[in-house]
């Protein structure tokens, strides 16, 4: 008898997985964007080095954001869910930081001989149709529902 309540009772505070319904579609473009970005990253460095340029090791650290990202929405734990939620705050943040600092100094982001090298963040990433800036917004507003969820439940 004690058996058939507990199983039927679930904890208050169990999570909601970030990596059901529409968390399904953002874990497949972060997926998207940690190959895209750790892609050009890789063959921009090879194709330049020993020369340091910052756009390419700015869209290496990109790379890796979103691959963390990626991982731990698809996860769908509680651990994972703030590891993503410090990724993608992280992610917002270089965002807008890098998105400003091209317009500020655009030298910072022209290599030497080529016109118009730039970052996944670049320019708020207008060279990504803005997604970049959309994808952790959209992201935030995700993990918040369902924590939202989680705390509700």
Not at 5 to 18: D, N, W
Not at 81 to 93: C, M, V
Not at 109 to 118: E, I, K, L
Request: with cysteine.
């Amino acid at each position: 008898m004690s058996m058939a309540r507990s199983s039927m009772s679930t904890p208050a505070s169990s999570p909601t997985p970030t990596n059901t319904g529409p968390g399904r579609m953002l874990v497949a473009v972060y997926g998207l964007f940690a190959l895209a970005a750790t892609g050009r990253s890789v063959m921009q460095i090879a194709q330049t080095w020993p020369d340091q340029h910052l756009p390419y090791w700015l869209s290496a650290l990109a790379a890796v954001v979103y691959c963390v990202a990626t991982v731990a929405l698809a996860r769908g734990d509680r651990t994972s869910a703030r590891i993503a939620l410090g990724t993608i705050s992280f992610e917002l943040f270089g965002v807008i930081a890098v998105g400003i600092w091209s317009y500020a100094d655009k030298a910072a982001f022209v290599a030497a001989g080529q016109a118009g090298d730039t970052t996944v963040w670049s320019k708020f990433g207008q060279g990504y149709g803005y997604v970049p800036l959309i994808l952790p917004i959209v992201g935030l507003w995700w993990l918040r529902r369902t924590g939202r969820r989680a705390a509700g439940a």
